[in-house]
C-alpha cells in the first residue's frame, strides 16, 4: 500500500460531522461503546466533544472494556545519547538556538556503561533517544552512535528497544539496523520501534513551531509524516506515533488526524504504540500550558474504547496522582530515570514531574496488582 498522506480539509470535514454528533446527542454512541460495539473515527471525535459525557463516565466505559484483572502494563525508560539538536522547534529545550542549555553527548563506553546500569535495575526496555540534525558528518557521527546504543541494548538482553532519532532516508535505516537480527522474510527480528513524534497534524502550527527553514531538518512536515512508512519497508514491525498535547489549539482535529494515522499503520500490520505528552516548560522557553487533566483523559479513554489493539503510553512527565488517574487504561508507563543513569538533561526537552526512583514508581502499580512487562522487578538493587 502507499505511504501515508494527510489531507487537511478531509480532516476538517470529519470534525465538523463530528461536532454535529456531539451536538445532537450521544446517547446512542454510549450504549454502543459500553456494550463494546466499534466506533468509527467521527464518532470517537463525538465522544471526545459532548458536553453532556462527563470525562469519569468515559473512563468507566473505557476501562469496562480493558481486560479482567491487571492493570497490563509495559515500560521502558529513555535514554539520551546527547542533546545537541540543529532542529529549531519553539518549544523544546534542545532547539539549536537554546543558549541556555549545556549540550554533550555519550561516547561509547558512557552509553554502555548507562545500559549496565537499567538493565541492573531491572528494566528490559530502552529508548534511545537524540536531537535531529542536518545531512553531514554530525549526522553520520549521531546515527552511527544509535545503531551502535541498539545494538549493544540488545546484547544486553534488553527485549524492547524504541529508536527516537528523527525522521531517516532510505540509506540511514540501513545504516541504523545492519547489526540487527532479521527473521527469513527480511523483517527485523527483535522488537525496534520507531519513535516520530508528529507532534501536530495542523500544517500551519507545525510550521509556526517547527520552522519553514529548508536547512531545518524538522521542518519538512511531509518527510516526518512519511517515517513510520520508510521504517516498515526498511523491516520494521513497530511504531510509536505521537502528538505534543497543547502545541494545536483544536485537540479534536489532532485526534482525528492521530486515529487515520493509526489506522494506516495497522494496515502496514505495524505494532503501534501512541503517546500523549503534554506541553511543559523547558529549558530557554517561556512556561508553557498544555491541555488539562480532564482533556488528557478524555484522549487516552477515547483510544483506549476506540483503539483497544493500540498502546498508549505514558510518562512520569505526569504527576503520579495523573498516572494514577490513567494507568487502568493506558498500556506502557514510562519512568525518567531520577540518577544513575542519565546526564544532567532535567531540562532538556520538557519538565518531568514525578522524580521517584523506577524502582518506587513501577513497584507502587506491582503492589497494586499491575503486571508490568520489560521490568524484571524481582533483579532490581537497591540503589544504582
Not at 147 to 174: D, K, M, Q, S, W
Amino acid at each position: 500500500m502507499g505511504w501515508f498522506h494527510l489531507e487537511g480539509d478531509v480532516v476538517a470535514a470529519a470534525r465538523r460531522r463530528a461536532a454535529s454528533l456531539a451536538a445532537s446527542g450521544v446517547a446512542e454512541l454510549v450504549a454502543r461503546a459500553a456494550h463494546g460495539d466499534d466506533l468509527n473515527d467521527v464518532e470517537l471525535a463525538g465522544l471526545f466533544l459532548s458536553p453532556r459525557l462527563s470525562t469519569e463516565s468515559l473512563i468507566e466505559i473505557a476501562c469496562g472494556r480493558r481486560p479482567a484483572g491487571g492493570p497490563y502494563l509495559e515500560t521502558f525508560s529513555p535514554l539520551y545519547i546527547t542533546n545537541e539538536c540543529d532542529a529549531e522547534c519553539r518549544m523544546c529545550g534542545m532547539r539549536s538556538t537554546n543558549t541556555a542549555l549545556v549540550r554533550e553527548s555519550a561516547d561509547v563506553p558512557t552509553v554502555e556503561a548507562q545500559l549496565d546500569i537499567l538493565h541492573r535495575r531491572g528494566l528490559r526496555g530502552i529508548a534511545i533517544l537524540s536531537g535531529e540534525y542536518r545531512h553531514g558528518t554530525f549526522r553520520r557521527t549521531m546515527i552511527a552512535r544509535a545503531a551502535h546504543a541498539v545494538a549493544a541494548a540488545l546484547a544486553r538482553g534488553f527485549t524492547h528497544v524504541l529508536i527516537n532519532v528523527g525522521a531517516l532516508e532510505v540509506e540511514e535505516y540501513a545504516v541504523l539496523l545492519a547489526a540487527v537480527p532479521r527473521t527469513a522474510d527480511g523483517s527485523i527480528g527483535p522488537q525496534l520501534t520507531m519513535c516520530t513524534f508528529q507532534e501536530t497534524y495542523s500544517r500551519d502550527v507545525y510550521a509556526r513551531f517547527m520552522g519553514t527553514n529548508r536547512d531545518n531538518p524538522r521542518s519538512d512536515f511531509e518527510r516526518r509524516l512519511t517515517n513510520f512508512d520508510r521504517a516498515r519497508d526498511a523491516g520494521m514491525w513497530a511504531a510509536n506515533p505521537g502528538v505534543l498535547l497543547g502545541l494545536a489549539p483544536d485537540v479534536a482535529s489532532e485526534l482525528l488526524a492521530l486515529l487515520a494515522h493509526v489506522r494506516h499503520l495497522r494496515a502496514r500490520d505495524m505494532a503501534v504504540y501512541v503517546s500523549l505528552p503534554r506541553l511543559r516548560k523547558a529549558s530557554g522557553t517561556p512556561s508553557a500550558q498544555g491541555v488539562d487533566d480532564d482533556t488528557l483523559a478524555r484522549l487516552v479513554a477515547l483510544l483506549a474504547v476506540g483503539r483497544p489493539d493500540v498502546k498508549v503510553v505514558i510518562s512520569t512527565r505526569e504527576s503520579p496522582e495523573m498516572q494514577r488517574r490513567l494507568v487502568p487504561m493506558i498500556g506502557v508507563l514510562t519512568p525518567y530515570t531520577e540518577t544513575g543513569a542519565r546526564f544532567d538533561l532535567e531540562a532538556s526537552q520538557f519538565e518531568v514531574l514525578d522524580h521517584r526512583p523506577i524502582e518506587e514508581i513501577l513497584g507502587e502499580f506491582l503492589a497494586a496488582g499491575a503486571t508490568i512487562d520489560r521490568f524484571e522487578a524481582a533483579r532490581r538493587t537497591s540503589s544504582p
